[in-house]
């Protein structure tokens, strides 16, 4: 079958149409039929682009803009909806055409910030943007972190047939009260890692006061970094804000960067 609707046929035939050529030779010349001629030229007579498609293509619109909007805005289509916005007569799949994108997934959970705390942020962005490179050699990121033997924090997803749901290589292996934990914690630097050090029991202001005598001390001896060039960084956890154990970095006589409530995490031993 002979294609006609392609953008130099539109421009000929609406052209021969509009000389009043006969449909016989339009169709020798083009190809394809009377009927085909026919529908071309009504649907791009006056046009000046024969290019792109036609408005009136297709299945006419149900839901305007306006009701688009609305519908992407609300929970659910219909939750929330004032009396008239929508077409009563509208199908409900008809409006789930245009939120399904939209509802796929849920909402995140995230601190709440006020604007006090959102000034404080941008007071640390702006007093730190003018740092170079040369000044970030001597940030020492740190971070602790727990790792089970058995249990996975979070969801596994894995790609299965229909009725392999127990197969032994789409399950997940799980003991009672989750099996061991290891927590460690230890410090980045520009000059490599410090001592990872295993956290025995819960870590309190105390023990984090122990492990930074005994390790943090250490690896800054054993990566040959003074204590006045290092800038302690951490995700202003409050064993890290304790009483103790600031009063312990100030007789150390190592510098931190004063981090605003309820920060966003920047560490990047998150991704180590």
Not at 63 to 69: F, N, P, S
Not at 171 to 190: E, L, N, P, Q, Y
Not at 235 to 249: A, E, G, I, P, Y
Request: proline share 6%; charged share 30%; with cysteine.
């Amino acid at each position: 079958m002979t294609v006609l609707d392609t953008p130099t046929k539109r421009a000929c035939i609406v052209a021969l149409k509009d000389a009043n050529t006969p449909n016989t030779k339009i169709q020798a010349k083009v190809g394809g039929s009377v009927c085909q001629i026919n529908r071309i030229y009504k649907k791009w007579k006056g046009k000046t682009s024969f290019y792109g498609r036609t408005p009136e293509r297709g299945r006419k619109a149900i839901l305007t803009d306006r009701d688009v909007r609305h519908s992407l805005h609300s929970s659910y289509p219909f939750a929330s909806s004032s009396p008239g916005s929508i077409p009563i007569s509208t199908r409900t799949h008809s409006v789930d055409n245009f939120t399904r994108p939209a509802a796929v997934d849920r909402r995140r959970n995230v601190p709440l910030i006020t604007k006090k705390n959102h000034m404080k942020q941008w007071n640390l962005g702006r007093d730190h943007r003018d740092w170079t490179p040369e000044m970030w050699r001597h940030a020492q990121f740190a971070d602790e972190s727990l790792y089970t033997v058995f249990k996975v924090r979070g969801i596994e997803w894995c790609w299965r047939r229909p009725g392999e749901a127990l197969d032994p290589h789409n399950t997940t292996k799980t003991v009672k009260h989750d099996g061991r934990k290891v927590a460690v914690c230890g410090v980045m630097t520009s000059d490599g890692l410090d001592r990872l050090v295993r956290i025995e029991g819960n870590l309190n202001a105390p023990l984090l006061r122990d492990i930074m005598e005994d390790n943090y001390l250490g690896s800054l001896t054993d990566l040959k970094i003074s204590r006045k060039d290092a800038i302690y960084m951490h995700d202003n956890n409050c064993k890290h804000k304790s009483k103790l154990v600031q009063r312990w970095f100030a007789e150390k006589n190592i510098s931190q960067v004063e981090w605003p409530p309820s920060s966003p995490d920047i560490n990047i031993q998150e991704h180590v």
